[in-house]
Nanobody
């Protein structure tokens, strides 16, 4: 059973940067494709970014492309989401998700595919 624990959220002003982290345990991290999702108040959960097992391949939602960056450290069992130039519309609970991937280059963008989820970390951006 894989456990995921997010950290690094907080209250920040618009325009600044923030990095959230997700520490994984209970499985072979290098075999997991990872993703970040977010859910704002009154809205459905949406895809933010995904990264392949190897870390070579990444994919972003259009709303964050060019501002957010996903990365992973397989030696440290951690995936990161670096968020630059934050906007008020980025305010949400950010969730880390994981799924076993059979190919090193595979990544996933739909929530239904992911098997494991963290509890989320709140990011609030004040304008």
């Amino acid at each position: 059973q894989v456990q995921l624990v997010e950290s690094g959220g907080g209250l920040v002003q618009a325009g600044v940067s923030l990095r959230v982290s997700c520490a994984a345990s209970g499985g072979s991290f290098s075999r997991l494709a990872m993703g970040w999702f977010r859910q704002a108040p009154g809205k459905e959960r949406e895809f933010v970014a995904a990264i392949s097992r190897s870390g070579v391949y990444t994919y972003y939602a259009e709303s964050v492309k060019g501002r957010f960056s996903i990365s992973r450290d397989n030696a440290d069992n951690t995936v990161y989401l670096r968020m630059n130039t934050l906007k008020s519309e980025d305010t949400a609970i950010y969730y880390c998700a994981a799924v076993w991937a059979d190919l090193s280059g595979r990544y996933y963008t739909t929530a239904d595919v992911y098997r494991y989820w963290g509890q989320g970390t709140q990011v609030t951006v004040s304008s």
